[in-house]
T-cell receptor
């Protein structure tokens, strides 16, 4: 199957700083990537849909100025959490769409804001 | 706006079939049902998907009711490594693409 990587796998940052998370499709080109957030013992919640070369589409309730998404190439999308606060601590997971029927997920990034 | 409901947890004896139910009573005619599983602190892993016909692959079988309001994922011979959270997902069309709406998941524990 297709492989998606994320970097870093874990990050700890201080409150008020910004953190960038990278999502890469290693063996396929992903015109569409998705960003999810998962709190402990909860399901995945879609945050935004990222299309290469255009602005991301954010789900209702997700602040686009706080969660900046850039999809500058067919193999890389980035999520920047700006002015992070402890409540932003979560597991962030990206996925890449291979076809209409297939979506492959990355291993996730655990963000802890102190 | 979850479109699926699943039991929160299930146990299954090793070597036996695990049958995981999912209700999706508001599913639309062109919306697919997907199943993924997530082992602790990892990304979800694809298992199987279907529209209205039953499907089978090397991992599992998917049985969809004729009215499409519910489905069952079957792991034919569960092993300890199948212990995970299993998500029943509806794929919905939106703005020229598709997105997944995850359910709450069933935590399956396979017992030795």
């Amino acid at each position: 199957g297709a492989v998606v990587s994320q970097h870093p796998s874990r990050v700890i940052c201080k409150s008020g700083t910004s953190v960038k998370i990278e999502c890469r499709s290693l063996d396929f080109q992903a015109t569409t990537m998705f960003w999810y957030r998962q709190f402990p013992k909860q399901s995945l919640m879609l945050m935004a849909t990222s299309n290469e070369g255009s602005k991301a589409t954010y789900e209702q309730g997700v602040e686009k100025d706080k969660f900046l998404i850039n999809h500058a190439s067919l193999t890389l999308s980035t999520l920047t959490v700006t002015s992070a606060h402890p409540e932003d601590s979560s597991f962030y997971i990206c996925s890449g769409r291979v076809s209409s029927y297939e979506q492959y997920f990355g291993p996730g990034t655990r963000l802890t804001v102190t | 706006d979850a479109k699926t409901t699943q039991p929160p947890s299930m146990d299954c004896a090793e070597g036996r079939a695990a049958n995981l139910p999912c209700n999706h009573s508001t599913i639309s005619g062109n919306e697919y049902v997907y199943w993924y599983r997530q082992i602790h602190s990892q990304g979800p892993q694809y298992i199987i998907h279907g529209l209205k016909n039953n499907e089978t692959n090397e991992m599992a079988s998917l049985i969809i009711t004729e009215d499409r309001k519910s489905s069952t994922l079957i792991l034919p011979h569960a092993t300890l490594r199948d212990t995970a959270v299993y998500y029943c997902i509806v794929r919905v069309a939106t703005s020229g693409t598709y997105k997944y709406i995850f359910g709450t998941g069933t935590r399956l524990k396979v017992l030795a």
